[in-house]
């Protein structure tokens, strides 16, 4: 099963589980992670189901390009990371 993780930058705002999944999307995969816990999907998708700019998605070490669809593939011993982008100036 693929595997997803979140930062603990996350657990500052609410319980970040790490979630084993059968999806074979990646939004499927969030979804999975989101029944465990709902209110994380608000930090992670914005009002229209997109990715907010401030999180950023990798796939066994790939970032993900497309932050609407959110359609990349998983495999069964794929692994996803979750976490807040850094900005600064």
Known sequence: MAQVFFTQQLARFTTVPQVDTA?????AGLDSAFAVNPLLRGYVLDEQGCLRENV????DGRRVSDHMRLDDPLQPDSKV?????????
């Open 81 to 89: 990371y979750v976490l807040q982008a850094l900005s600064g100036g």
């Open 23 to 27: 999806a074979t999307q990646l939004r």
């Open 56 to 59: 950023v998605i990798f796939i």
